[in-house]
């Protein structure tokens, strides 16, 4: 039989968790800090504007491709390679919605003259009333998710874990969100997708280890709240390692071999299933812990009514 | 050996085999095909299959199947673009205009597979190549399009009514009127209210002052009828393209989403559907004959030549009585068990139908339907824009009765009606639209998305399985089998509901195989736990499954709950990535706490001791 781990380890996750409190807090708080310092690569899903993805036969070079640009006319713009030194990806700002159309024509003409073999792969026109739009929902779908989450775990187990694993899980997208930023992965609708995902990855990672403590509240009736979260953690741990490295093995073939378009979801996936993976052990069973999560959570529920009627 | 109930094995295989069968399709790929369909409605039969057969023949154009499919429109099966492209350029040589030729393709997947009704999972259009545009209707201007009209309107009554008034007002959603007797207020309100009986009128703040306001539902109807309209016009430009399924739908309140499948020329797709339709209604020439004057190509003084929707002639007078901005609504509905098509005109329009139902009593009258075509024409070396106009004659109809602004077309089957009043709302004063996304993707990139997402599923999934297998042995390669009938069972259910898969569903398909190995993860764990505590191999197996249940159950639901979500708020492709999230879970928590069980089942439950587990 192989094995991770050979036999349960016995990590005290809990005694420790002031140190995970300060690493939680601090990456929190740095991953905000970069969104706001570096913002984000917004791609026009959000911002309005028009993007085109366009094929050349060989490796074109960048100087010769705004030299076109300019010539033709074309005055706010940005271009940057797209996967590969033949591909680019050329996005001007937001215009009359109808022009988006000739724009394109025009762009063609001006950048065939470097290559008469250049192909026009994809054209994305969002216009500003659609970007808020999207906008709008993307958060609104976010809020939702972690309601529901709060109130079907409330419902489950108790609600000092709801907010554990509500505490964990917002933890994550905020600190993919960070990364993103970071590595100025462009923030596009797949993103958000994969900025749920995680959360739903997360929850769904803290889920099976509050199962194990629902389990061993109910059978370690001696232990203190502490030892028995820290049993929990421990036994479902070389679950916990295996599953997160066959989704992270998944999302990385995703990410080399999926192509262009879905990098940056793929990306974003990894760090989150990194992220989620460590607030699910170290973050979430140490809030409820905090909360006051015990054994009485999970017993029967007391009669109380025949102690209030005495004298 | 553990009792497992014979009827639970035979559902599982049966679901397992009904899975593979509805798949099935998806693994022959599709060709590049033609579909025909006639002008004139008819359905195709066997004769016009043996009849096209013969035509490719003659040419020496090698095709792969010939078939007509339930709409009664012909399909012909090519092996490659070139052949494809051959064919629609001799069909449309040989039969010229009898029929409309769209470029699509069809599904390599046998007879059989075909007449059970199953066909392969339609592709986005990220993996297929094609066009997404959104059109925003402007339904606050179709609203006061409609208040201008009536103020307009208003005013004309009054004069006519002969009651003078100091001004008509339009503010808001209402319109104020002040007479300048106060005491023809009552004669003004019935005049009003003759015009439209729906609006409300009140007393205003001043004696003399009429408030007229539409109810809630009149402008709730404007918008939606200003949605349907544009719709329409949009179905009918659309379906000129020549392209095969098509999709226009309502995305929204006030939206309208319309998808080309595999069209290269983006700017040609912008200009032809952004025509604008109007109408006209015209007397029918009694005298002259349309035959003799198509013949000869001229039309007698006075008239003018058009053809009707079957290509036969006919002969209008010169004179417009009204036309579709004229037009304020038209509508379908059977009245007294006949099919109807009730219309309605604005003032200026009922008068002058009024004048000319009196004259031209049991006389015909036609409807021309009119679109205008911005075009881009190289004259003397410069490109200028022409206004082209395409005229077809929808309806004609005998004048059965003297009638002003509201009149009835009947005579009609329930389908011509429907028709006839779609092309009516489509010409009527259209509500102002503007596109807000356009995605145009090349079908070499749809191709190389299909590529680089089959590449990146089979690597990710060959890792897992090698992985599963080294580690849990037998129950290793057991959950491969589970993975793989996941896998089965997410492309069944796509095929099976005719939902789309997109880039991002494929990216969820990946991730599924990733996340779905967790449930079997979490049993084979428990099992071992189990093993270690000193259980015997069944007990263990039957431990496992039970304990780790609640674990499985409560992850799942609340990653299924994160994929509802996405699919309420998502988008396009978006939208398919949740699909196929959601399915991929219920699929998972499936195959893996019933399918695993019946394997497990067939492995070891038959023997009659079982030392030891390979886990």
């Known amino acids: ?311 | 050996m553990t009792r497992y109930p014979l009827w639970k094995g035979a559902l599982l295989a049966t679901l397992l085999l009904a899975g593979i069968l509805v798949a099935l399709p998806n693994f022959y790929g599709e060709s590049p095909a033609l579909q025909l369909s006639s002008r004139d409605r008819a359905a195709f039969d066997a004769a016009s299959i043996a009849e096209f057969e013969a035509l490719l023949a003659e040419a020496k154009i090698p095709h792969e199947e010939i078939f007509v499919d339930d709409d009664g429109r012909l399909w012909i099966r090519f092996g490659n673009d070139r052949q494809q492209l051959a064919g629609r350029d001799l069909i449309q040589s040989r039969l010229e205009g009898q029929y409309a030729i769209a470029l699509t393709s069809a599904s390599r997947a046998p007879e059989w597979l075909n007449s059970l009704g199953l066909e392969p999972m339609n592709l986005g259009l990220d993996l297929r190549g094609g066009m997404l545009l959104v059109y925003e209707v402007d339904i606050d201007g179709a609203v006061d399009q409609l208040l201008q009209r009536m103020e307009r309107d208003f005013r004309k009554e009054l004069r006519d009514a002969r009651i003078p008034y100091e001004e008509v007002v339009v503010s808001g959603t209402t319109t104020q009127i002040r007479l300048r007797d106060p005491a023809q207020v009552a004669a003004a309100r019935r005049v009003l209210l003759e015009y439209d009986p729906m609006i409300t009128i009140v007393d205003g703040d001043a004696p003399g002052v009429l408030v007229a306001s539409m109810t809630e539902t009149q402008v709730k109807e404007r918008q939606s009828f200003a949605i349907q309209q544009n719709i329409t016009a949009l179905e009918n430009r659309v379906n000129a393209l020549g392209v095969a399924e098509t999709v226009v739908q309502r995305q929204g309140q006030n939206r309208i989403a319309v998808q080309v499948p595999g069209v290269q020329d983006a700017s040609e797709v912008v200009r032809l559907l952004g025509k604008v339709a109007t109408l006209e209604f015209r007397l029918v020439d009694p005298v002259n004959s349309p035959l003799d004057a198509e013949r000869t190509g001229r039309a007698p003084l006075g008239t003018k030549l058009y053809k009707q929707r079957d290509g036969t002639p006919v002969l209008l007078k010169r004179d417009v009585i009204a036309t579709g901005e004229q037009l304020i609504d038209a509508s379908f509905a059977p009245s007294q068990g006949e099919p109807t098509v009730s219309v309605k005109l604005d003032s200026r329009g009922g008068d002058e139908m009024l004048r000319t139902t009196r004259e031209n009593l049991n006389r015909p009258m036609a409807v021309v339907f009119i679109e205008k075509e911005r075009e881009l024409v190289e004259r003397d070396g410069r490109k200028v824009i022409v206004d082209r106009d395409k005229e077809e004659v929808i309806s004609v109809a005998t004048i059965r009765g003297v009638f002003s602004n509201n009149f009835q077309i009947t005579g009609l089957s329930a389908m011509e009606g429907t028709e006839l009043a779609k092309l009516l709302r489509a010409g009527a004063l259209a509500a102002p639209i503007a596109i807000v996304e356009q995605r145009v993707i090349s079908a070499t990139l749809g191709q190389d998305n299909i590529d680089d997402g089959t590449r990146a599923l089979l690597i990710a999934a060959v890792a897992i399985y090698l992985f599963m297998i080294v580690y849990y042995k037998v129950f290793g390669v057991i959950a491969c089998i589970v993975l793989t009938s996941n896998v089965v069972f997410i492309v069944a259910a796509l095929s099976l509901f005719d939902a789309a898969l997109t880039l991002p569903g494929m990216a969820g398909i990946i991730l599924t195989v990733g996340t779905a190995v967790d449930a079997n993860i979490l049993i084979y764990e428990r099992i071992r736990e189990e093993i270690a505590v000193g259980a015997s191999p069944m007990a263990a197996i039957s431990a496992g499954f039970d304990k780790a249940f609640s674990a499985i159950a409560d992850s799942n639901v609340t990653m299924l709950m994160a994929g509802a979500v996405l699919f309420l708020f998502g988008s396009g492709p978006v939208r398919g990535f949740a699909v196929t999230l959601c399915i991929g879970i219920v699929a998972s928590m499936f195959t893996a706490l019933i399918g695993s069980r019946a394997l497990i089942h067939v492995v070891y439950g038959r023997r009659r001791r079982v030392e030891r587990l390979a886990i």
């Open chain 1, 1 to 311: 039989m192989i094995e991770f781990l050979k036999q349960v380890p016995s990590i005290r996750f809990m005694a420790l968790r002031k140190y995970w409190y300060i690493l939680s807090v601090a990456i929190v708080i740095a991953s905000i800090a970069i969104v706001f310092m570096r913002g984000l690569n917004l791609t026009v899903d959000f911002t309005g504007g028009v993007v085109f993805e366009i094929a050349f036969g060989e490796p074109v070079d960048l100087e010769r491709v705004r030299a076109a640009l300019d010539e033709a006319g074309f005055g706010d713009y940005q271009v940057r390679n797209f996967g590969s030194s033949s591909e680019l990806e050329v996005r001007l700002p937001p215009a009359e919605t109808g022009a988006a159309v000739g724009q394109g024509d025009r762009l063609m003409s001006a950048l065939r003259t470097l290559d008469p073999g250049a192909e026009l792969r994809r054209t994305d026109t969002v216009g500003p009333q659609v970007s808020r739009q999207l906008g709008e929902q993307a958060a609104l779908a976010v809020l939702m998710t972690l309601l529901l989450v709060l109130v079907y775990i409330a419902l489950r187990f108790r609600w000092r874990f709801g907010v554990g694993s509500l505490v964990a899980s917002m933890h994550d997208p905020i600190v993919a969100t960070g990364a993103i930023a970071l590595l100025g992965i462009p923030f596009d609708l797949n993103v958000v997708a994969a900025l749920l995902t995680i959360l739903g990855y997360s929850v769904n990672d803290t889920v099976v280890i509050f199962d194990r403590i629902r389990e061993r509240f109910r059978s370690m009736r001696k232990a203190s709240p502490e030892e028995v979260i820290d049993r929990a953690i421990n036994e479902t741990l070389g679950r916990t390692i295996i599953v997160a490295g066959c989704a992270l093995s998944s999302v990385l073939f995703l990410a080399v071999l999926g192509g262009e378009t879905l990098r940056g979801f793929a990306v974003a996936l990894a760090i989150g299933i990194v992220i989620g993976t460590y607030s699910s052990v170290y973050v979430a069973g140490a809030i409820a812990l905090e909360l006051g999560a015990s054994a009485r959570d999970f017993m029967p529920p007391e009669k109380r009514g025949e102690v209030d009627e005495l004298p």
